[in-house]
C-alpha cells in the first residue's frame, strides 16, 4: 500500500484540494494489518509485522491523534514481549529497536509499568526509553524542547532514503522506511498529542523537519471514507471476521 501514501504526500506537497481518500485508504489497511498481526489471523507463530514497522504504524496513529489501536492491542504487545516472541520477529543481527521502544513505552507510561527489554531478548536504543522517562511528561518546555530536537535529529539520521541500498534497512537501523513517513514528523505530533491527552502543552521548536509540507495536522477522515470507498472493503472486513469474530472490532473503528 506504499502507493497510496505516496499519492497522499504529493497531493500535500501539490497542495491538492480534490479529496482522493489516498491517506484514508493507507491508514485503514496499515491498521488492520496491524490488528490481523495481533488477533492472529493467519495462526502463525511468528509476528507478520516486525516490531520497527508496528512501532511506524502506531507513531503514525498517535500523530493523527488517534490511540485506539495501541490501547486495543496493548495487552497483547506486552504478552509477546514478555513471551519472546517479539525478540523471535526481530531480523537477526538486528540493531537496537527505536521506533517500536517508544510507542510500546509511551503506552506503558500511562499504566505507571516498566518494560524489561533486557529479559525479552530485545536490543533497544536507550535514547527513546529515556525519552519516556525524562521529557514525556516534563513540563518545563526548555527541557522539552532540547529532547524533541534530538528527536527530530534521530528522525532524520534514521530515516531510508534509498530502499534499494541494503545499508539503509530497518535491520540496520534505519526503521523510517515508509515514504509517507519521511519528510513527516510524526514523532514530534506523536508526542505532542500524547502530552495534551495528559493535560501538557508540547513547545514549538525550529528544527528543519517542521518545515516540510508534511509538518501539517493530519487527521484522516475516516467516515467520508468508509461513505465512499469501493464495496470491496465490506467484504474484506467479512471475510476477516468469519476467520476471527474478534476482528469484529475492525466495525467500531473504521
Same mark, same amino acid.
Given at each position: 500500500?506504499?502507493?497510496?501514501?505516496?499519492?497522499?504526500?504529493? *497531493?500535500?506537497?501539490? $497542495?491538492?484540494?480534490?479529496?482522493?481518500?489516498?491517506?484514508?485508504?493507507?491508514?485503514?489497511? =496499515?491498521?488492520?494489518?496491524?490488528?490481523?498481526?495481533?488477533? $492472529?489471523?493467519?495462526?502463525?507463530?511468528?509476528?507478520?509485522?516486525?516490531?520497527? *514497522?508496528?512501532?511506524? +504504524? &502506531?507513531? !503514525?496513529?498517535?500523530?493523527?491523534?488517534?490511540?485506539? /489501536?495501541?490501547?486495543?492491542?496493548?495487552?497483547?504487545?506486552?504478552? $509477546?514481549?514478555?513471551?519472546g516472541k517479539m525478540?523471535?520477529?526481530?531480523?537477526?543481527?538486528? =540493531?537496537?529497536?527505536? &521506533?517500536?521502544?517508544?510507542?510500546?513505552?509511551?503506552?506503558?507510561?500511562?499504566?505507571?509499568?516498566? #518494560?524489561?527489554?533486557?529479559?525479552?531478548?530485545?536490543?533497544?536504543?536507550?535514547?527513546?526509553? =529515556?525519552?519516556?522517562?525524562?521529557?514525556?511528561?516534563?513540563?518545563?518546555?526548555?527541557?522539552?524542547?532540547?529532547?524533541? %530536537?534530538?528527536?527530530?535529529?534521530?528522525?532524520?539520521?534514521?530515516?531510508?532514503?534509498?530502499?534499494?541500498?541494503?545499508?539503509?534497512?530497518?535491520?540496520?537501523?534505519?526503521? #523510517? @522506511? !515508509?515514504? %509517507?513517513?519521511?519528510?513527516?514528523p510524526f514523532e514530534?505530533?506523536?508526542?505532542? $498529542?500524547? =502530552?495534551?491527552?495528559?493535560?501538557?502543552?508540547?513547545?514549538?521548536?525550529?528544527?528543519? &523537519? &517542521?518545515?516540510?509540507? !508534511?509538518? +501539517?495536522?493530519?487527521?484522516?477522515? !475516516?467516515?467520508?471514507?468508509?461513505?465512499?470507498?469501493?464495496? %470491496?472493503?465490506?467484504?474484506? /472486513?467479512? @471475510?476477516?471476521?468469519? %476467520?476471527?469474530? *474478534?476482528?469484529?472490532?475492525?466495525?467500531?473503528?473504521?
Amino acid at each position: 500500500m506504499g502507493i497510496t501514501g505516496l499519492l497522499y504526500t504529493k *497531493e500535500i506537497y501539490s $497542495n491538492v484540494n480534490e479529496k482522493s481518500y489516498a491517506f484514508e485508504k493507507f491508514f485503514w489497511h =496499515r491498521n488492520v494489518s496491524f490488528l490481523a498481526s495481533y488477533y $492472529n489471523l493467519f495462526k502463525d507463530k511468528n509476528l507478520s509485522l516486525d516490531f520497527s *514497522e508496528q512501532g511506524e +504504524i &502506531l507513531l !503514525m496513529d498517535f500523530a493523527c491523534d488517534d490511540f485506539r /489501536i495501541g490501547h486495543l492491542c496493548y495487552d497483547r504487545i506486552i504478552e $509477546n514481549i514478555q513471551s519472546g516472541k517479539m525478540a523471535k520477529s526481530l531480523p537477526m543481527y538486528t =540493531r537496537p529497536q527505536k &521506533l517500536g521502544v517508544f510507542a510500546v513505552e509511551m503506552l506503558a507510561s500511562e499504566k505507571n509499568q516498566t #518494560i524489561d527489554w533486557e529479559s525479552a531478548g530485545i536490543p533497544i536504543d536507550p535514547f527513546y526509553q =529515556r525519552f519516556c522517562q525524562e521529557a514525556l511528561y516534563n513540563e518545563n518546555h526548555d527541557v522539552v524542547a532540547q529532547w524533541l %530536537i534530538a528527536l527530530c535529529d534521530r528522525h532524520v539520521e534514521w530515516s531510508a532514503l534509498f530502499d534499494w541500498d541494503e545499508n539503509e534497512q530497518s535491520a540496520t537501523g534505519y526503521e #523510517i @522506511d !515508509m515514504e %509517507i513517513l519521511l519528510a513527516w514528523p510524526f514523532e514530534y505530533q506523536a508526542v505532542k $498529542n500524547f =502530552r495534551a491527552k495528559h493535560g501538557l502543552t508540547t513547545p514549538i521548536i525550529d528544527h528543519p &523537519l &517542521l518545515k516540510t509540507p !508534511m509538518a +501539517i495536522e493530519h487527521r484522516p477522515d !475516516m467516515v467520508g471514507w468508509k461513505q465512499n470507498r469501493p464495496a %470491496i472493503y465490506d467484504q474484506m /472486513i467479512e @471475510d476477516l471476521i468469519t %476467520i476471527n469474530t *474478534e476482528l469484529q472490532v475492525i466495525h467500531k473503528l473504521f
